[in-house]
Nanobody, 124 residues
Framework: QVQLVESGGGSVQAGESLRLSCEVS????????VGWFRQAPGKEREGLAT????????SYAAAVKGRFAISLDRAKNTVHLQMNTLKPEDTAMYYC?????????????????WGQGTQVTVSS
């Protein structure tokens, strides 16, 4: 099994930056992809970014492309989400996730392992 623990959320002003972290533990052979999602109150969970650790390839949702970047610290087995030029619309609970097998998708229901989330609040 895979365990994921997020950290790094907080309250910032519009235009500022945050970096989220996700510590991954367990059997690394259990998953193929890692990713970041977010969910605002009353809305469905939204896929933001994915990473294929074996090859290093990444993908992004249109809403965050060019502002957010996903990366992996292999030595610490930690996934990061760098968030720049934050907007009030980015306010949500942010979740780290892992998927055991392909194909790659941003549909949250298709992912297998989840962290507990970290809150990001952006004020204007």
């Amino acid at each position: 099994q895979v365990q994921l623990v997020e950290s790094g959320g907080g309250s910032v002003q519009a235009g500022e930056s945050l970096r989220l972290s996700c510590e991954v533990s367990g059997d690394t052979n259990t998953y193929t992809f890692v990713g970041w999602f977010r969910q605002a109150p009353g809305k469905e969970r939204e896929g933001l970014a994915t990473l294929y650790p074996a090859g290093g390839s990444t993908s992004y949702a249109a809403a965050v492309k060019g502002r957010f970047a996903i990366s992996l610290d292999r030595a610490k087995n930690t996934v990061h989400l760098q968030m720049n030029t934050l907007k009030p619309e980015d306010t949500a609970m942010y979740y780290c996730a892992a998927k055991s097998l392909g194909p790659l998708t941003l549909i949250a229901a298709r992912w297998d392992y989840w962290g507990q989330g970290t809150q990001v609040t952006v004020s204007s």
